[in-house]
């Protein structure tokens, strides 16, 4: 009896999976950038796939007002201006921060989201729209650099708080998008096997717009012209050049893309088992649990 049901629901997934499908497609401009999302799915799953697509932006909008380090209101502006004493901070940033430190632990200081100083002092104070219109920078000091600074960051995950310490500012601009699309597909597009998530240029992509097909990337922009299918390449970039993505059917849509399965875009995301960087306190009494790495 146990194996005929599981035939019969193998049947009906194989049905689905041959099914011709329709694109549920979203867009914006939003964290400087054009960002994306397509879900292909059955027609009978297509209410459910706008919904999810809908939600991808809003994060991706949440995202934007949280992380910005341009926003003067935005929550990681607020965590700057608190260095020296203990943030309480929403899921979205705590979470951003630990895969910063993730990462910085994982490439071994060679991704380090503590050097805003240093961007500012090189003329990064503002967002490139406003760099490429030739607006002046605020010719910030520097001050000292101090290699591995991020190891001091000390995170407590029972209340969500953070301390920085006196003299370091973070930046998450190297691990915002590709940590948002990852969080996108696998969170809020986990109901569907063909999904798609540009955050400018920042990719994360499982199955095909139709059965058979992958999903392809065009390259937009000098030096040429092509298209690349995610099986033989996963294309990331940060910024630069623009990618816009195609279906199966050649139709183009805003955003970037390949075919395979489940290929990461994260620019930072380096080890998901890797521990975090920084200085972990315990949840009891205070305690730290976690030492110098």
Same mark, same amino acid.
């Given at each position: 009896?146990?194996?005929?049901?599981?035939?019969?629901?193998?049947?009906?997934?194989?049905?689905?999976?041959?099914?011709?499908?329709?694109?549920?497609?979203?867009?914006?401009?939003?964290?400087?950038?054009?960002?994306?999302?397509?879900?292909?799915?059955?027609?009978?799953?297509?209410?459910?796939?706008?919904?999810?697509?809908?939600?991808?932006?809003?994060?991706?909008?949440?995202?934007?007002?949280?992380?910005?380090?341009?926003?003067?209101?935005?929550?990681?502006?607020?965590?700057?201006?608190?260095?020296?004493?203990?943030?309480?901070?929403?899921?979205?940033?705590?979470?951003?921060?630990?895969?910063?430190?993730?990462?910085?632990?994982?490439?071994?200081?060679?991704?380090?989201?503590?050097?805003?100083?240093?961007?500012?002092?090189?003329?990064?104070?503002?967002?490139?729209?406003?760099?490429?219109?030739?607006?002046?920078?605020?010719?910030?000091?520097?001050?000292?650099?101090?290699?591995?600074?991020?190891?001091?960051?000390?995170?407590?995950?029972?209340?969500?708080?953070?301390?920085?310490?006196?003299?370091?500012?973070?930046?998450?601009?190297?691990?915002?998008?590709?940590?948002?699309?990852?969080?996108?597909?696998?969170?809020?597009?986990?109901?569907?096997?063909?999904?798609?998530?540009?955050? +400018? +240029?920042?990719?994360?992509?499982?199955?095909?717009?139709?059965?058979?097909?992958?999903?392809?990337?065009?390259?937009?922009?000098?030096?040429?012209?092509?298209?690349?299918?995610?099986?033989?390449?996963?294309?990331?970039?940060?910024?630069?050049?623009?990618?816009?993505?195609?279906?199966?059917?050649?139709?183009?849509?805003?955003?970037?893309?390949?075919?395979?399965?489940?290929?990461?875009?994260?620019?930072?995301?380096?080890?998901?088992?890797?521990?975090?960087?920084?200085?972990?306190?315990?949840?009891?009494?205070?305690?730290?649990?976690?030492?110098?790495?």
């Amino acid at each position: 009896m146990h194996n005929r049901a599981v035939e019969a629901q193998q049947q009906v997934e194989q049905q689905l999976a041959d099914e011709p499908r329709i694109i549920v497609s979203r867009a914006q401009r939003c964290m400087a950038t054009q960002v994306s999302v397509q879900l292909a799915v059955p027609p009978q799953q297509a209410r459910a796939a706008e919904s999810s697509a809908d939600a991808v932006l809003a994060f991706l909008r949440e995202v934007d007002t949280r992380l910005s380090r341009f926003r003067p209101e935005s929550e990681l502006c607020a965590l700057n201006r608190a260095v020296g004493g203990w943030f309480v901070a929403s899921p979205l940033l705590f979470e951003a921060v630990e895969a910063a430190l993730r990462a910085a632990h994982a490439s071994g200081g060679l991704f380090d989201p503590a050097l805003l100083p240093q961007l500012e002092a090189l003329g990064y104070d503002r967002d490139f729209d406003l760099i490429a219109r030739g607006e002046s920078a605020t010719g910030q000091p520097a001050g000292t650099f101090a290699p591995g600074a991020w190891r001091d960051i000390e995170l407590e995950a029972g209340g969500r708080r953070i301390r920085l310490p006196r003299g370091l500012r973070l930046d998450l601009g190297g691990i915002a998008k590709g940590w948002a699309a990852d969080v996108a597909i696998e969170r809020l597009c986990a109901p569907f096997a063909h999904a798609l998530v540009n955050v +400018g +240029g920042d990719l994360r992509l499982r199955g095909g717009p139709q059965p058979g097909a992958s999903w392809t990337a065009g390259i937009r922009d000098p030096p040429a012209r092509s298209a690349l299918g995610a099986a033989r390449a996963a294309l990331d970039r940060s910024r630069g050049r623009r990618r816009a993505d195609r279906d199966g059917n050649g139709a183009r849509a805003d955003g970037g893309a390949g075919g395979g399965r489940g290929e990461s875009g994260a620019a930072a995301r380096l080890s998901n088992g890797a521990a975090c960087g920084g200085r972990r306190v315990g949840t009891r009494r205070g305690r730290r649990a976690g030492g110098r790495r």
